[in-house]
């Protein structure tokens, strides 16, 4: 079993719906839980982090995190054609970041 | 946040050869790291850069094949020795600018191709 599994896609949405990436963990002590955005050619770029149960909002998107579960997943809303990108879970446990393989989401004009 | 620079941004080299890659960040942060991003694929960790000591390398990954320096709180070289059509990848350095946070920034990577 994979440490971080994500969907890899490709996922489509039209423009203007809500975009939902799901990712899950195998390790019950990790600590933390990041969401990165990369385009294609560029490096990773951070746009959630959240640490406990629940919901946690920026602008336009939304992380939940489900540790019973071992479930996180982040929510695009009113998805835009510049969404359009990679988008990797990671986990956080003794000083290391674990990345999941990456969701493809296309944002479909 | 930290803002991470890398050098070369791109290179093609020969088979046998090394390349040393530069990760300059603009303020100082408590831990480096650098990965690699093999096409299609994810970030998997090649070692942590330690200030001052050795690195601490993910399995799979030894000294010798990807020696690191990090002679401060804001540099860090990383370098492919004997390289081989395999090490074509990118590679990236990432900071932690704080203790006590595991908030995790990325350079812009280097992308390597191996002849």
């Known amino acids: 079993q994979k440490e971080v599994e994500q969907n890899s896609g490709p996922l489509s949405v039209p423009e203007g719906a809500i975009a939902s990436l799901n990712c899950t963990y195998s390790?019950?002590?990790?600590?933390?839980f990041f969401w990165y955005r990369q385009y294609s050619g560029k490096s990773p770029e951070l746009i959630m982090s959240?640490?406990?149960?629940g919901d946690k909002e920026d602008g336009r998107f939304t992380a939940q995190l489900n540790k019973a579960s071992q479930y996180v997943s982040l929510l695009i809303r009113d998805s835009q054609p510049s969404d359009s990108a990679t988008y990797l879970c990671?986990?956080?446990?003794?000083?290391?970041?674990?990345f999941g393989t990456g969701t493809r989401l296309t944002i479909i004009p | 946040s930290a803002v991470i620079s890398q050098k070369p941004s791109r290179d093609i080299c020969q088979r046998g050869t090394s390349l040393t890659i530069q990760c300059q960040v603009d303020?100082?942060?408590?831990?480096m790291f650098w990965y690699r991003q093999q096409p299609g694929q994810s970030l998997t960790l090649i070692a942590t850069?330690?200030?001052?000591?050795?690195?601490?390398?993910e399995s799979g990954f030894v000294i010798d094949k990807f020696p690191i320096s990090r002679p401060n709180l804001t540099f860090s070289t990383l370098t492919v020795s004997n390289m081989s059509p395999e090490d074509s990848s990118i590679y990236l350095c990432?900071?932690?600018?704080?203790?006590?946070?595991?908030?995790?920034?990325f350079g812009p990577g280097t992308r390597l191709t191996v002849l």
């Open positions: 303020s100082q942060v408590t831990m």
């Open positions: 390790d019950r002590g990790s600590q933390s």
């Open positions: 850069a330690n200030q001052g000591s050795e690195a601490t390398y």
């Open positions: 959240i640490y406990s149960n």
């Open positions: 990432s900071a932690r600018p704080a203790r006590g946070t595991d908030t995790q920034y």
């Open positions: 990671a986990v956080f446990r003794s000083e290391k970041l674990t």
